[in-house]
């Protein structure tokens, strides 16, 4: 029963749903205890030989009366209790998603995208089966139970009664013990479907890779696994769940044998007459439900209980990197002040960043260039706020990052990362993602700079064309240029390109890179890149090595110092000779 505590705030915001809905359910029981008293009278009626039609029909009516009656207030209490229900799966749906959107990505590397949905689906299912089934069961089964009980013992006979209830203390104790075994049962269960989950969607998402290496049997062999598990489970909880009703049927079994055992006797003493054993043990029926009805209450709030843990401990994690109370609104702009002397990442034992220092005057562009895992993209990451916890100072204007509202601060940057993710919708909605209501105008200029324009006009639907899933039917450098043209569209004060060209050809490239330098003459830019090509131009371009600043200059002081630029960007100009020879020898 403790998650109905722990559900108070919600109990508290539908007060009024519920109230209404438990008070209608209490209508429903105390008119379920009229039809069994009038059945006792008719047979006593019969049995003396009184009945006439008058009373026959005037009985048939009231049963009518209170049927329609019935009809209308179970109608509105499932309206009142289900629909509340409704509305807590919403709300929880909703402070998951807002939760993940403010999570950090040292959040997703931990948790896996498979056990989030789970938590957001099938944990939040169980926790409504609570909001609803859970109030119906626990208030239908004390209010059904209670009445009946009541009407047994005060208006047919207390000591039938008290000798019918004594089995009922034996029920208590097993069910109470079976709800333990269901609760830890179904923790495990849950657990195993979000192992299924996550095997999913990592299975959907890189099936190409999976097609590619022939490795479809071994994938279906590992999800048959997981899939058994998930049986398996499952099973567990079936079999402790599958206990509750023949347990409670036994105890209402042997319930009606001591019933009409003492009954008949009662009976042949003439303490009671054969009309009030029949009533007797119709309101004896009808603690039925009652007793099943505590079964599934075990069955439910158990489930319930080990989701909501779930829910809450997902909750419980802070966000790492959130607003300060005096925070900025106010878009940044300016120069950037880089100044970090060491940066490590969450959980990383060495340092991504060591003493990296540079200025950035406003409209100008940076170039940085290194090997992989050279610190490229951490220096991207720090200046998004994504990470924190570095030593050091950066500045975006006038104030440091930090003191920004993260709202305003990524609203003022236009980041294209390097894995390109584009929404399962159509290309004119991909490029204008940050202003929905975007002009077409702005949408077409947008894409003729980034250079994707005349590649769009040729797909079958133009701009309406949809792109699948992640841009699946695109090509690489379709998706990067497209990533551009939806960047370009937040006209952004900084326009971070993470290594975002390398899927076209050189010449695309320096298209590009020359539009980009006209339409954002007075705005600032920030590249990297593996292909030196695209950082030539650059006002100031940094070499990174192991996170270190190795190098540091325009492209003509780089080339001067005969250094790790000068021989890569050597090296890169020999190859592209050689691939333009071999073009002219074709």
């Not at 403010?102 to 689906?121: C, E, I, N, W």
Request: hydrophobic share 45%.
């Amino acid at each position: 029963m403790k998650l109905f505590w722990k559900l108070d705030w919600f109990f508290k915001e539908r007060k009024k749903e519920y109230i209404i809905g438990l008070v209608m359910l209490a209508f429903v029981a105390i008119l379920n205890l009229i039809p069994p008293k009038i059945i006792g009278y008719v047979i006593d009626e019969i049995a003396f030989k009184e009945l006439t039609l008058q009373s026959l029909i005037k009985w048939i009516v009231v049963i009518a009366v209170v049927a329609i009656v019935m009809y209308i207030l179970r109608y509105y209490w499932r309206l009142m209790i289900f629909g509340s229900s409704n509305y807590l799966a919403k709300t929880l749906r909703e402070k998951l998603f807002r939760h993940f959107t403010k999570m950090s990505p040292s959040f997703y590397q931990k948790h896996r995208v498979g056990d989030l949905m789970a938590h957001a689906t099938n944990d939040v299912s169980a926790v409504q089966q609570t909001a609803g089934s859970g109030v119906l069961t626990l208030f239908d089964s004390i209010t059904t139970g209670g009445f009946v009980i009541i009407a047994m013992a005060f208006t047919i006979d207390w000591r039938l009664t008290l000798i019918a209830l004594i089995p009922m203390p034996i029920m208590a104790v097993t069910t109470n013990c079976y709800g333990k075994l269901l609760h830890e049962r179904f923790h495990q269960a849950q657990a195993s479907f979000s192992n299924l989950n996550d095997k999913t969607q990592e299975s959907i998402s890189g099936i190409k890779v999976i097609k590619t290496f022939g490795q479809q049997e071994e994938d279906i062999e590992d999800f048959t696994k997981l899939s058994n598990d998930v049986v398996d489970q499952n099973m567990k909880v079936a079999r402790i769940d599958s206990l509750f009703d023949p347990t409670i049927s036994l105890i209402i079994g042997i319930s009606f044998l001591l019933s009409l055992g003492f009954g008949a006797k009662f009976i042949y003493e003439e303490s009671m007459t054969i009309g009030d054993l029949v009533a007797f043990n119709t309101y004896l029926g009808l603690l039925v439900w009652p007793m099943l009805a505590f079964g599934m209450l075990f069955n439910i709030m158990e489930r319930g209980s080990a989701s909501y843990n779930r829910i809450e401990q997902l909750l419980s994690i802070p966000v790492d990197i959130d607003d300060k109370d005096s925070a900025l609104d106010i878009l940044p702009e300016g120069d950037i002040y880089f100044h970090v002397k060491e940066f490590k990442f969450p959980d990383g034992s060495k340092a991504a960043l060591k003493n990296v220092h540079f200025e950035l005057k406003r409209g100008e562009t940076l170039g940085i260039a290194g090997k992989t895992g050279s610190g490229k993209t951490a220096i991207l990451k720090l200046l998004l706020r994504e990470f924190e916890g570095y030593v050091g100072e950066i500045k975006f204007g006038d104030h440091k990052i930090d003191d920004y509202k993260k709202l305003c601060l990524r609203e003022a940057i236009g980041y294209v990362p390097q894995d390109h993710f584009l929404f399962s919708s159509s290309v004119y909605t991909n490029i204008a993602f940050a202003n929905p209501t975007a002009a077409y105008e702005d949408v077409e200029y947008a894409a003729k700079l980034a250079y994707i324009h005349e590649d769009i006009l040729r797909f079958a639907n133009g701009y309406k064309t949809i792109v699948g899933e992640r841009g699946v039917s695109l090509s690489g450098g379709q998706k990067q240029r497209i990533s551009i043209a939806r960047a370009l569209m937040m006209k952004p004060e900084l326009l971070i390109l993470d290594d975002s060209l390398s899927a076209v050809d050189a010449k695309t490239e320096e298209a590009i890179l020359k539009s980009l330098k006209t339409a954002r003459a007075n705005a600032t830019t920030i590249i990297t890149s593996h292909r030196l090509s695209a950082i030539e131009h650059a006002n100031l371009i940094i070499v990174l090595q192991e996170g270190e600043v190795v190098e540091k200059g325009t492209h003509e002081e780089l080339m001067k110092l005969k250094g790790w630029y000068y021989e890569t960007y050597q090296l890169q100009q020999l190859e592209n000779l050689v691939e333009k020879g071999g073009e002219l020898n074709e």
